[in-house]
C-alpha cells in the first residue's frame, strides 16, 4: 500500500511545480475532511482510496448538510415495513401485500444533458424499487423548467420529457401522473424529480446487506465504462458557474432494454431465494455498492478489479469503482448457488460476473488479481457511516420581518377590497400540459384507472402473485409549490403536505406514506439551510397531524448558479388506498345541473399565490394551515366520494377557487354562474377568488343528495357555501372574473404548444 503525501504526485508537475489543487480539493474534499480521512485510515490516502471518499462523501451521497435535520421526520407507522435508510421504503397494504415506492432527483445531470439525465433518473429509480423484490408498476415525475419564452429552458423541457418517455415507456413501465412548473427561478436550474412504484409479495422482501462470510458478491448487467464517472455524486454536490457544459461526460448513459432484461432477471432471482442481498448502482457507483452493502450487514469485502467487465481499454482502478455507468446491480449470492444464478442470468441475456468475495473484519479491500497487488484498503463502514455531518449556519434573510407585512393587496395598486374583472389573470395561469404526458404511455400494465390531469392518479391494485384484481385501488399524488415555501418555508411545506392528502381525498384514498424530495439552493447559504430546516419543520408536523409517515425521500443541494438559489421547492408524493375500487372515482367535471358546493373556511390572504406573484407582488406571509381542519375535510371528502354523495371533487390550491373552479367548468365543458354575496366564506374580492389557504374544495352534488351532503359537513365542522348550479356557457364569479367556457378552452389549449413553437406564451 502506498502512503502518498497530503499533495497527490499527479498534481505535480515534471519539473516539480504544482500545477494546481492538490488532489482532495480538485476531488470536491476540503482540507478537513481530507485531514479526518487520515485519521480514520491512520495514514495518508492513496488516490483510488482518496476518489472512493470524495464520491461516498460528497453532498449527493452522505446527505452531510441535511442528515442532522432530516432525523425529525415522522417514519414510523405499523404499516411500515422499510423506512428511510434502504433503497426504498416499503408499506404492508394487506393480503400478503407490500407497495415499495421511492423519489429521486436527477436535477444537476438534466441541466447539462437532458435527455440523458431524465432518462438515467428513471433508470436509477427503477433500481431502487427492484432491488427491494418489488416488480416496478408506475411512474411519475414533478419537473419544473425556467420560462417559456427563454431558449434553453425550452430545449431543457423537450429534451427532458423525451429522455422520461424515451426511457420509460421503453422499459415498459408506465408514467401516470407527474406536475410541470414554469418559472423564472428554475432558469438555470430545472428540477427533474422522479418517482417509481412497485408491488411485491411480502415474503420477497431483500434488503441490501451482504452477509454471510465466504460469500460472493456477483456484479449483474451491464460493463462498466468510462460514462457517468463521478456522475450525480459530483454533478449535484456543487453548484452550477460558467462552463459546466463540459461535464457532459459526467453525465450517465441509459439502456432500458438493459434495464428490462435486468428486472426479469433479478425478480427471478429473487423468487428463486438465490440472493442473500442486493443493492443497485447508482451514485458512487462500485464504491457505494461494496461499502454500503459490506457495511450495513457488519462485514467486509474483497473486490478483484480485474474480475470486472469493462467496456472501454485500460480503465484506472479509480474509474471502474468510481463509474456510474447504468443498469448494473450488486447480488450477494452463496457460493453453491452460483451455477444456478449463472443460468437465470443467461437465460435473460444478462451478464453476471463475480467479483468479490464477503469477509470479516469489516475492511473493503481492492486488488488486481492479474497483477498481485492491493490497490485500497479502507473501513468500509468509514464510506458512509463516517461521512462529515455538517450543522451549518442557518439564519432567515434580513428582510425578512419586513416581507411579511408587504401583504399584497386585491388590485396590483394594493387596494384590499378590489372586485374589478379579473378574467385575464385567471386566463394567464391556465396551461394545458398534456403535451407532457401524451408522449408517456400511461396504460401499460392496464392498472391505470386515472391517469395524468386529475387531483391525483388511481391504480388498480392487483396480487402480485396471481395478478387477481384484489378490488381495491393506489391513490397517487405529487405535489410542491415554490411561491408557498418561498413565502414562509415552514407554512408553505406544511400546506403542500396538506395539498397532497386533499388530491388522494378527491379520489377516495386515504394516505398510507410520503416520500419527498428536498430541492434547495448552496448549503453555504445560511439562509438556505434556514428554508431547508423550516420546511422540514412544517411537511413534519404536518405528516404527523395526518399520520403519515415519511418513509424515504432525497436532497438535492446546490440547486444554484452564479450564487443565485432557486426558490425552495419540497416536492412530496403520497400514496394512498381506496379499500373499494368498484366504482371509478368522480374526476372534477362540472355536469349540468349539479349543484357547487365549496367545503372549508375562507381565509382572507394573497401572500405566496399564484395571483400576487403574476403582479409581481411576492411580500406577506402565507395563512397558517389549520392542519387538524384539513385532516377532518379529507375525511369528510373521501367518505362522500367512496359513497357515491358527489359526482365531482377538486381541491382548491394553486390560483385559488377561482383557477379550481375554471378548470371544472373546462373538464365538464360547462358553465358556472356563481353570485357571491356578504358570506365571508364567498368573498367576492380578489383574495376570496384567488387566496390559496390551505383547507377548502370543491364538490359537485346531486339535488337527491345535497341536504344528505351539507349535513354531513355541519356535523363535522366543516363550512360549507352553495355556490350555484352548473350550467350555461359562461363562468362568472361574482363581480370579478366573467369569460365564456369557450375562451378559456381556447386559451388553455394553446399557451403551451404557442410557447414552445414562438417561444413566448400565448397571450
Known sequence: MSDPSPQAASDVESDGVASGPPLHQALGLTDEEFAQIGELLGRGPNDLELAMYSVMWSEHCSYKSSRIHLRRFPTEAPWVLVGPGENAGVIDVGDGIAVALRIESHNHPSAIEPYQGAATGIGGIVRDIFTMGARPIALMDPLRFGPLDDARSRWIAEGVVSG??????????????????FDETYAENPLVNVFCLGILPTERLVLAKASGEGNLAVLLGNSTGRDGIGGVSVLASAEFAEGDEEKRPSVQVGDPFEEKRLIEATLALLDAGLVVGIQ???GAGLTCATSETASNAGMGMDVDVSAIPQREPNMSAVEVLTSESQERMLAIVEPVHLDEVLTIT??????????????????????????GELLAEVPAATLHEDAPLYRRPLAPPDDLEARWTREPGGTPSGGSDATGDQSDALLAMMMDTSWVYSQYDHQLYLNTVVGPGGDATVLRLRDPRSGADTGRGLGLSADGNHRWCASDPERGAAMVVCESVLNLAAVGARPLALVNCLNFGNPEHPEVMWQLS????????????????????????????????????????????????????????LSDGDTVVVLGSFVDGLAGSRWAWDQGLKGGRVPEPNLAMVRVLADLVRSLVAEGLVTATH????????????????????????????????????SGWFGEAAGRMVVTVDTEHLGQVLGRAESVGISTVVAGEAGGFNLRLGATVTVEVDVLQGNWRSRLPGALASGNLAE
Open 164 to 181: 422520461v418517455s424515451g426511457y420509460g415507456n421503453s422499459v415498459g413501465i408506465p408514467t401516470v401522473g407527474g406536475e410541470v412548473v
Open 280 to 282: 443497485d448502482l447508482g
Open 651 to 686: 381541491d382548491v390550491s394553486e390560483g385559488g377557487l377561482a383557477l379550481a373552479l375554471a378548470e371544472m367548468a373546462l373538464a365538464g365543458g360547462i358553465g358556472l354562474e356563481v353570485d357571491a354575496d356578504s358570506d365571508s366564506s364567498l368573498a367576492d374580492t380578489v
Open 534 to 589: 423550516g420546511a422540514i419543520d412544517g411537511m413534519s408536523e404536518a405528516c404527523r397531524v395526518m399520520d403519515l409517515p415519511v418513509v424515504g425521500g432525497n436532497v438535492s443541494l446546490y440547486n444554484s448558479s452564479g450564487g443565485r438559489d432557486i426558490d425552495p421547492t419540497p416536492v412530496v408524493t403520497t400514496l394512498g388506498m381506496i379499500d373499494d375500487l368498484s366504482a371509478v372515482p368522480p374526476g372534477m367535471a
Open 346 to 371: 443467461d437465460a435473460w441475456e444478462v451478464r453476471a460476473s463475480a467479483i468479490g468475495t464477503v469477509t470479516t473484519g469489516g475492511l473493503l479491500r481492492v486488488f488486481d488479481e492479474e497483477g
